[in-house]
């Protein structure tokens, strides 16, 4: 039997204190993020310094928002639950955050923050789209140590090429299920492959956060449509309808910021 297959969702105790790798791997996912933030901030000729505030106040308000759409919107059902016993709306540590209410809390606090602080919205996200991606790919992998966020019962060729340690981890109640956890993960570490690329060639502003929004969302959006605990509305899943708002969303700015930085460009070239 492999090693990972021995691995219990809980890391180590200190006392009264439980570490679970989930934990381990969120933590390692900031880190991530806020290193790459660092260096894109440097290469856009941002001021380095505003990078430890812009993260923590992105970090809280991203966990504030993915906690709070997964309850309002994806637990929408339980509801009455929540209401009964308020304190376990904010309970992150017994799960449910969503990537997307967290990236849309993100975008509002640390939005109005930069805003108070003077700052260009656009020149820091781009900054950020990088980092919050490479973060996505390394968080997920906390799925997998959870079990959860799984797909479909896995195709026997698909169980008979994973190594024994993936095959051990995504065997749910006796079925081995699709991983998508890892195809996520991966998608992810493609997409800021991508970013990074096009951010060493300095586009316009605003190009390389409309590149992130498009990229992900249309992998989630393929990934989603074999995910075993999607939230249904209407018919489709939440992650999916999400998906396409972001991926239009993604369009339209990236659309705009080309048209922009060609306007601009044409009027350096007349000055």
């Not at 540590?93 to 809390?105: D, F, K, P, S």
């Not at 973060?135 to 997998?144: E, K, S, T």
């Not at 989630?220 to 489709?236: H, K, P």
Request: positive net charge; aromatic residues 14%.
């Amino acid at each position: 039997m492999s090693l990972l297959a021995f691995i219990d969702p809980v890391a180590f105790k200190l006392g009264p204190i439980t570490v679970h790798w989930y934990g381990m791997v969120f933590v390692l996912a900031i880190l991530s993020a806020y290193w790459m933030t660092t260096v894109c901030a440097k290469m856009r000729s941002l001021d380095q310094e505003l990078v430890p505030d812009i993260s923590v106040v992105c970090v809280v308000s991203g966990i504030l928002g993915a906690r709070l759409y997964e309850v309002f919107v994806l637990q929408w059902a339980n509801i009455d639950y929540y209401m009964a016993n308020p304190l376990k709306i904010l309970a992150t540590w017994e799960g449910g955050l969503a990537i997307h209410g967290g990236v849309l809390g993100a975008l509002l606090i640390g939005g109005i923050y930069l805003w108070r602080k003077k700052q260009s919205f656009w020149r820091w996200a781009d900054a950020i789209g990088p980092g919050l991606i490479l973060a996505q790919g390394v968080g997920r992998w906390g799925n997998f140590f959870n079990q959860e966020a799984y797909g479909s019962a896995a195709p026997e060729w698909l169980i008979n090429a994973m190594p024994g340690w993936l095959r051990d981890g995504m065997t749910i109640e006796g079925t081995v299920m699709q991983p998508t956890f890892l195809y996520e993960s991966v998608w992810n570490f493609l997409i800021f492959g991508l970013l990074f690329l096009v951010q060493k060639r300095k586009p316009a502003i605003g190009v390389v956060f409309s590149f992130y929004l498009i990229g992900y969302n249309v992998g989630r959006y393929i990934i989603e449509s074999i995910r075993q605990d999607a939230t249904i509305v209407a018919g489709m899943p939440m992650a999916q309808i999400m998906a396409l708002a972001q991926i239009a969303a993604g369009l339209f700015f990236l659309v705009y910021h080309l048209r922009r930085g060609k306007h601009e460009s044409q009027l350096e070239l007349k000055a």
